[in-house]
């Protein structure tokens, strides 16, 4: 229905930055989806990371504020995580995720495959 493939992933340097890419496909209208990424580290339960509404209404978890900023390009069909200064605590795969409503035939919650962030110290 909905296919979701990240990049951008890899080692860093605490305070260094990288910008994670998620690009869909698929049935339907991306515009009106809310798409977030999620990260996952060893030993951790999957948490929501930041959150980019149709409207552009952006939400993200408290230990990322000021250094991590969502957007979108629905032209594109692209989503965006640009990160700065990095911490090892930032260490986990990050998850691309889709949200559509179940009003559509394709409606559901969809995922990318992952792709590994490192932080070292």
């Known amino acids: 229905q909905v296919q979701l493939v990240e990049s951008g992933g890899g080692l860093v340097q605490a305070g260094g930055s990288l910008r994670l890419s998620c690009a869909a496909s698929?049935?339907?209208?991306?515009?009106?989806?809310?798409v977030g990424w999620y990260r996952q580290a060893p030993g951790k339960q999957r948490e929501l990371v930041a959150r980019?509404?149709?409207?552009?209404?952006?939400n993200y978890v408290d230990s990322v504020k000021g250094r991590f900023t969502i957007s979108r390009d629905n032209a594109k069909n692209m989503v965006y995580l640009q990160m700065n200064n990095l911490k090892p605590e930032d260490t986990a795969i990050y998850y691309c995720?889709?949200?559509?409503?179940?009003?559509?035939?394709?409606?559901?919650?969809?995922w990318g495959q992952g792709t590994q962030v490192t932080v070292s110290s």
């Open positions: 980019i509404s149709a409207g552009e209404t952006t």
């Open positions: 995720n889709l949200e559509r409503s179940s009003t559509f035939a394709t409606g559901g919650n969809y």
């Open positions: 698929g049935r339907g209208i991306f515009s009106i989806d809310t």
